[in-house]
Structure formats: structure tokens, C-alpha cells
């Protein structure tokens, strides 16, 4: 009886949506794959780089149901890759903003199987550069973080609103398109001006790329009256101006969003 080698897992990047957005490495674990787990947000039409034999497997997640299909995907991860398999778990934008890429890496570490981490453009910097918005401008931000908009139901947020308006120019916002009515509140508790400009990016860097603008006292409003739908980005700040003559998606490609953009500007 022979033993199996332990096969190896790569947590890749797949990018913000864009396929060509995708790293060379990534493209080339993809194609070396036998086992490639995927869910919602990485583009599907990068499996068409996985080998025809490779065994491809949804995990895309629903809404509310996080924590159980996270130890489901950990324990795949572990099965197959203790098959001798390699094996990519392919994840949108990079696997260690916001993907629970870490809780992935930490179970794989915990179980002994070798791994690599291949970083992806996160959409917290490609929604906003598709939309024409540069997170830092030399004359008007010298910073930005990305937080997360996401609240588990009826318990407050884990972030510190008050420093982040104090602290930091732009705020790149993910997962908070549910939440943005509550988190444009909790900016102007903060401290925020109401009339600091917002962009909302749907569908960042894809052919759909949707954005629209207001302010920390309007978008929420906007957001609902024109059914915006997730994934979105939001970003805060001053910057967010710079896409009206920056917008170089929409004049470059021809594209509906400026024409959203220019419709839908308030304040
Ligand atoms: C669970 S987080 C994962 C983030 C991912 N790891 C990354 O680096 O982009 C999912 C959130 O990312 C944002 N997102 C992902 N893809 C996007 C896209 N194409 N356009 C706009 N926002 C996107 C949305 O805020 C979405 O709710």
C-alpha cells in the first residue's frame, strides 16, 4: 500500500469581476487545479482556464448562512487536498480583504496541508478606479481605509465610525449596500458632513458597472429609488468629484454609467 502525498491549497484571487483582472499566477493555478471551489463573486468565466478533467465545485453562499458553509468549505478544503489533490479555492477580489481567507488559511494551517496565498485586486480599489474615483488624490486625501458595512442582525457595528471620520479621507465601504441607510446615519452621528460626497459602485469593472452619486445625506435615498443591487462598493469622500471628469469606463467603452452618473448626481 502506498501512502498519498498531501496535496497543496492555493486561496487565490480571482479579482473584482473584470476576467482580465485576474493575476498571471492565479491563471496559472487555475490551470494546474484538479479541484477548483468557487462561489458568487469570483467570475465564472475564469474556469474556462481549469483543465477539462478538474472537478469544479460551487460554494456560493446565501445570505444569512455564513458561519455554516464556512466550516463546510474548510473541511472540503482540507478533504481534497488530503486526497493528494491541488486544489484552488477561487474567491473574489483577494482572498484576505473581507473573504474570510484568513479563517481558510488559519483551518489549513491547523490541519497540517501546505498552502499559498495569491493576492487579487481587491474590489475596495477596482470598483472605484472602473468608476473614475482615485482613493488618494495628493490635493485632497492622503489616506483611505476599507471597512465593512455588513452587521450581523440587531447587533451594533464593529467599527469605529467617530476615528474613521476624524482619521480618514476616503472610506471604501464593502458590504454595505443593505446597511447603507444605517451607515450613513452612523457617519453623521460621527461627526460627517451630510453633504460629503458618496458613490455607490454596482457591479464594479463588469460590463453592467453601474454608479451613482449623492452625498452622506442623500445616497440611501437614491440607492433605493434606483434598485441598486449587490455587489456594491461605497466610497466616501471628497475624491468621489474626480469622477466626473475621470470617468474613463463609460467614454472609453461606451457604457451606460456616465449617463446614470450625470442623471442621477444630487447636491
Ligand atoms: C465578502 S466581500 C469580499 C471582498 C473581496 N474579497 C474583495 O477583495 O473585493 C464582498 C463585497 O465586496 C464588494 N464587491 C465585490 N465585488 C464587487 C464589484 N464587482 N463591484 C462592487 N463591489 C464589489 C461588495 O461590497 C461586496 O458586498
Redesign the pocket.
Known amino acids: 500500500m502506498t501512502a498519498t502525498t498531501v496535496g497543496k491549497v492555493y486561496l487565490v484571487g480571482a479579482g473584482?469581476?473584470d476576467p482580465e483582472l485576474l493575476t498571471l499566477k492565479g491563471k496559472r493555478c487555475l490551470e494546474a487545479a484538479d479541484v477548483i471551489l468557487f462561489d458568487e463573486?469570483a467570475n465564472h468565466e475564469l474556469l474556462e482556464f481549469t483543465d477539462a478533467k478538474a472537478e469544479l465545485i460551487y460554494v456560493g453562499k446565501k445570505p444569512g448562512k455564513h458561519c455554516a458553509d464556512q466550516r463546510e468549505i474548510e473541511a472540503l478544503l482540507i478533504r481534497h487536498a488530503r486526497l493528494g489533490r491541488t486544489v484552488v479555492r477561487l474567491?473574489?477580489?483577494?482572498?484576505f480583504?473581507?473573504?474570510r481567507g484568513g479563517e481558510e488559511a488559519l483551518a489549513l494551517h491547523a490541519a497540517g496541508i501546505a498552502f499559498e496565498v495569491v493576492p487579487?485586486i481587491?474590489?475596495?480599489i477596482a470598483?472605484p478606479a472602473y468608476a473614475g474615483i482615485p482613493l488618494t488624490h495628493r490635493a485632497q486625501a492622503s489616506s483611505f481605509a476599507v471597512v465593512t458595512g455588513h452587521r450581523v442582525a440587531g447587533v451594533d457595528y464593529d467599527v469605529n465610525w467617530r476615528d474613521l471620520v476624524r482619521g480618514v479621507d476616503t472610506l471604501v465601504i464593502?458590504?454595505?449596500l443593505e446597511n447603507i441607510r444605517a451607515i450613513m446615519h452612523a457617519l453623521l452621528v460621527a461627526g460627517c458632513a451630510p453633504e460629503r460626497p458618496v458613490a455607490l459602485?454596482?457591479?464594479?469593472?463588469?460590463h453592467e458597472q453601474r454608479t451613482l452619486v449623492g452625498t452622506v445625506m442623500t445616497i440611501a435615498e437614491l440607492a433605493e429609488r434606483c434598485r441598486l443591487k449587490?455587489?456594491?462598493?461605497i466610497v466616501v469622500g471628497t475624491v468621489v468629484e474626480l469622477a466626473a471628469e475621470l470617468n474613463w469606463f463609460r467614454s472609453v467603452e461606451g457604457r451606460q454609467t456616465m449617463g446614470r452618473f450625470a442623471e442621477l448626481r444630487v447636491g
Request: net charge positive.
Open positions: 473584482p469581476g463573486l474567491k473574489g477580489g483577494d482572498p480583504v473581507f473573504g487579487g481587491s474590489s475596495a470598483a464593502l458590504m454595505g459602485i454596482q457591479s464594479g469593472t463588469k449587490s455587489p456594491a462598493t
